[in-house]
């Protein structure tokens, strides 16, 4: 168990459907980052988040959205979802401020769109 | 961005062998992770290593900031070292991570 806890772990849904994914960082973790990991796109990360505040946004399509809120815990929001969504979804989180600590990933959410 | 480019990208080993993984990247960072991704797809941080050399049992790893590259060893690999093993490198200490395209590892018995 990494301390990264991400629900659910797999995740079967219809084009057009709205899905949240869940994410509890490691306790003491500010930061947490959304990545998603596809076949032919490999590790894109998504989305940054400090303690609430949203930090750095990467290639995420407008169809999505997070939050982290007041206990730290993030949610990913995926909605209208379209065959290519299928992919990993993975959370991270980091100590910000402790430069010696790399980022510590849960299992991962796999969505699949159908 | 910055660019993050990873060689070899398959790399099949013998049982007990040893091997490198390398990774070049195009601007000065301030942030390298090593991460190994094993066959059910956990991705497992080995090393923040964003200059210098580090060691963690059979594995170690170098960077070289200066020279834009990052070297990942691996000696007498066994089984379960098989997976992808990624690079992944930020500008900021604890910033987004851009991610190379991973090296796969095959370790045969």
């Known amino acids: 168990d990494s301390g990264v806890t991400q629900t659910p772990k797999h995740l079967i849904t219809a084009t057009g459907q709205r899905v949240t994914l869940r994410c509890s960082p490691r306790?003491?973790?500010?930061?947490v980052y959304w990545y998603q990991q596809s076949l032919d796109q490999g590790l894109q990360f998504l989305i940054q988040y400090y303690n609430g505040e949203e930090r750095a946004k990467g290639n995420i399509l407008e169809r999505f959205s997070a939050q982290q809120f007041p206990d730290l815990h993030s949610e990913l929001n995926l909605s209208s979802l379209e065959l290519g969504d299928s992919a990993l979804y993975f959370c991270?989180?980091?100590?910000?401020?402790?430069?010696?600590?790399?980022?510590?990933f849960g299992s991962g959410t796999r969505l699949t769109v159908v | 961005g910055i660019q993050v480019e990873q060689s070899p990208p398959d790399l099949i080993l013998q049982e007990g062998a040893n091997s490198t993984l390398r990774c070049n990247f195009s601007d000065s960072v301030n942030n390298l992770q090593w991460f190994h991704q094993n066959p059910w797809g956990q991705l497992i941080n080995l090393f923040y290593?964003?200059?210098g050399t580090k060691q963690n049992g059979r594995l170690s790893a170098t960077t070289v900031a200066t020279e834009r590259y990052s070297l990942l060893y691996i000696s007498s690999s066994q089984t379960t070292d098989s997976g992808v093993y990624f690079c992944a490198v930020a500008r900021d200490s604890w910033g987004k991570l851009q991610f190379g395209a991973g090296t796969q590892v095959v370790v045969t018995p």
């Open positions: 290593i964003p200059s």
């Open positions: 306790s003491g973790d500010l930061s």
């Open positions: 991270a989180s980091s100590v910000q401020g402790a430069p010696n600590y790399g980022y510590t």
